[in-house]
């Protein structure tokens, strides 16, 4: 079965930091461009970061200089470190991977940043 599954949410505090994963099973996620998004409550999913089969990356301005995205193609795992976290990244973080001719989506982990 192809799926990519997050882990990684949870409750923080504001200024805290969290680790998101993104494992995929079934397909070699190397070959895939993959994003992180995310949704808050009666808001649109939007972008929050993507890395490239090449490495290159790019994140919301939102996000810019708290966020980190990476991959570990051994572990054929895309991860996204969030350090200094708002209330206002509150949201499920969904992970997506794609080629031209195919995607993937994750279950979606919850992210709640609240004192």
């Known amino acids: 079965q192809l799926q990519l599954v997050e882990s990684g949410g949870g409750l923080v505090q504001p200024g805290g930091s969290l680790r998101l994963s993104c494992a995929a099973s079934?397909?070699?996620?190397?070959?895939?461009?993959v994003g992180w998004f995310r949704q808050a409550p009666g808001k649109q999913r939007e972008l929050v970061a993507a890395?490239?089969?090449?490495?290159?990356?790019n994140y919301a301005d939102s996000v810019k200089g708290r966020f980190a995205i990476s991959r570990d193609n051994a572990k054929n795992t895309v991860y996204l470190q969030m350090n200094s976290l708002k209330p206002e990244d509150t949201a499920v973080y969904y992970c997506?991977?794609?080629?031209?001719?195919?995607?993937?989506w994750g279950q979606g982990t919850q992210v709640t940043v609240s004192s």
């Open positions: 997506n991977g794609r080629t031209p001719v195919r995607q993937h």
């Open positions: 079934g397909f070699t996620l190397k070959d895939y461009a």
């Open positions: 890395i490239t089969s090449g490495g290159s990356t």
